[in-house]
């Protein structure tokens, strides 16, 4: 069993903050597990994979590192200038995410605490930094340059210095999903004119989707200032009554935009909510599925909603053998189906005053936890990615001045697949009327998913299809990049490549989602069209 020292984490009512005091620890992860260190990195906040495979960092201090073939890269991305961005507290880079067409535009958001009025050092109250998200370029050289730049959300007041939340994701839907804390100000989780203490959702251009739950009359924009008047609602709210919802969790094995919140409770309870357009998850009047401050059940009134799970402080997790201890909800992931004997179906998340990752798992309405590592450190955030031609879990720690760990299957079981043909069938033609398998044409670098599995033959259970496929009319050269939908386009397969105008055919095998759908993102020179027609012709199980 190794060893090796952790750093103290003290929770405080104003959330989680970092005491240097080493405490040893024995960490530990379940039998046929490895955990193992991916990189040193000071104070790592976040994680998310560039689509060719590059793990990005964040450290809360502003600097954004890469991890490319094996090996972090010497010189950092990015680092945020002192006189920009403000890490005292829980303030600084909290969050970041890669955009859903980011072979075609190279695009990353940040969250960050800005120093808006430049003070040194960043105040408490008075002249108040702001959280903000912006978006840069990151290009193959790994060196982004500060004035690509653009602020998509800002004037998100931190007075307090903590409660920023500050993660970042993209869902199924394309759509960009930010949490903010209330910034230590409670009341302002209520105030539906702020955008403190809510989950929101823009589009990558920091456009209002369609379908957000606020919008038309008594709402308003509020992406550059913040807030707008009271008794409106912003249009970027997705959900709100949050205290700090510090990280979220994607559900890549459902078919839709689906995702848990892990909500830092104040005195007594953590939670952990399922993100619903519209929903008030109940903070300052509820903690948990409990009043505030109180074991006395809530009882809430939708839209007023409880948790799908919580567990109280200075006490054990129910159903696992945790300290009691585990004060501080943190990162949070599904683990991929078919990946782990057993886990399908699991989310994992951690507590940063415990140091340790537990199993939530369903039975019916009911969610129930259970051990999975101990002895972690200050657990801050937890994603599954690409590993050795599968997934493993990364998770980062404030243990030993900070790392980015990985946590492997020893022995990933076999999974040989079958093929059984198919009669040539039609799955899609975007020439068609307008629905899921027909038109519009594609447009370049926007990204479309079309169902496979259930049509033509294909059963639920296929993993993937042998396709002959063909591009149409294009308006302008490029290329497409067909891939199993949920995933981010891998930008080293290109699948078909084209010259305007030409008819291009070819044959090949594309893997499937779980969810038996695929992806298609297009490059087409001058924001040009093409269309897409796939026939199947055989599938793997």
């Known amino acids: 069993m190794r060893r090796r020292a952790m750093a103290a984490a003290v929770l405080g009512w104003g959330g989680w903050l970092l005491a240097l ?126 004035a690509s730049e653009l602020v998509l959300i800002d004037n998100m007041p931190s007075p307090g210095g903590n409660h920023n939340a500050g993660d970042l994701h993209f869902g199924k839907d394309g759509n960009l999903y930010v949490s903010i804390g209330e910034g230590g100000i409670a009341s302002a989780a209520r105030d539906e004119h702020v955008l403190t203490g809510k989950v929101l959702r823009i589009t990558p251009n920091a456009a209002i989707p369609a379908d957000n739950p606020f919008q038309g009359a008594g709402t308003a924009r509020c992406n550059v200032t913040g807030s707008t008047t009271p008794g409106n609602r912003c249009q970027e709210t997705y959900a709100w009554g949050f205290r700090n919802p510090f990280r979220l969790g994607f559900d890549q094995n459902a078919a839709a935009t689906r995702f848990f919140i892990n909500d830092v409770g104040a005195g007594l309870w953590e939670e952990i909510d399922l993100g619903t357009a519209g929903a008030d998850f109940g903070w300052n009047i509820c903690e948990g599925s409990h009043l505030n401050n109180s074991s006395t059940a809530c009882s809430p009134v939708p839209p007023l909603v409880n948790p799908l799970f919580d567990y109280q402080h200075n006490t054990q997790i129910p159903g696992t053998t945790s300290p009691a201890s585990c004060n501080c909800v943190s990162g949070g992931d599904f683990v991929p189906n078919g990946l782990w004997p057993g886990y399908d179906g699991a989310y994992l998340f951690g507590d940063c005053t415990c140091g340790g990752i537990f199993r939530l798992t369903q039975s019916g309405s009911v969610f129930s936890a259970s051990d999975f590592g101990s002895g972690l450190g200050t657990v801050v955030h937890l994603l599954f990615g690409p590993h050795a031609g599968t997934q493993a879990l990364y998770y980062t720690t404030y243990a030993s001045g900070g790392q980015v760990r990985r946590v492997t299957l020893d022995n990933p079981p076999a999974d040989p697949l079958d093929f059984f043909s198919l009669s040539p069938c039609r799955v899609l033609d975007t020439r068609n009327a307008l629905g899921p398998s027909g038109g519009p044409a594609l447009q370049t670098c926007t990204t479309r998913t079309f169902p496979v599995a259930g049509t033509c033959g294909v059963p639920a259970t296929a993993k993937a299809v042998a396709v002959n496929l063909a591009i149409v009319s294009p308006t302008g050269g490029g290329q497409i990049i067909i891939f199993p939908a949920g995933t981010l386009a891998p930008t080293t397969a290109t699948t078909l490549q084209f010259n305007a105008g030409q008819i291009r055919a070819n044959n090949g095998v594309l893997g499937l989602a779980t969810n038996g759908q695929i992806a298609v993102l297009p490059t087409i020179a001058g924001g040009g069209t093409a269309h897409l027609i796939l026939d199947v012709v055989g599938y793997f199980e």
């Open 21 to 146: 005091g080493a405490v040893p620890a024995a960490a530990t992860v379940p039998a046929g597990f490895t955990d193992s260190l991916v990189a040193a990195v000071g104070a790592p906040t976040a994680l998310a994979f560039t689509p060719d495979g590059r793990l990005l960092m964040t450290s809360q201090g502003g600097t954004l590192r890469v991890y490319q073939n094996g090996a972090l890269l010497p010189t950092p991305a990015l680092t945020l200038p002192a006189s920009q961005v403000c890490s005292n507290s829980e303030r600084g880079l909290l969050g970041v995410a890669v955009d859903p067409a980011f072979p075609c535009n190279n695009f990353i958001y940040l969250f960050y605490t800005f120093n808006k009025f430049n003070s040194n050092p960043c105040p408490f109250g008075g002249a108040t930094p702001v959280n903000r998200v912006s978006r840069f370029t990151l290009p193959a050289s790994n060196v982004v340059n500060p």
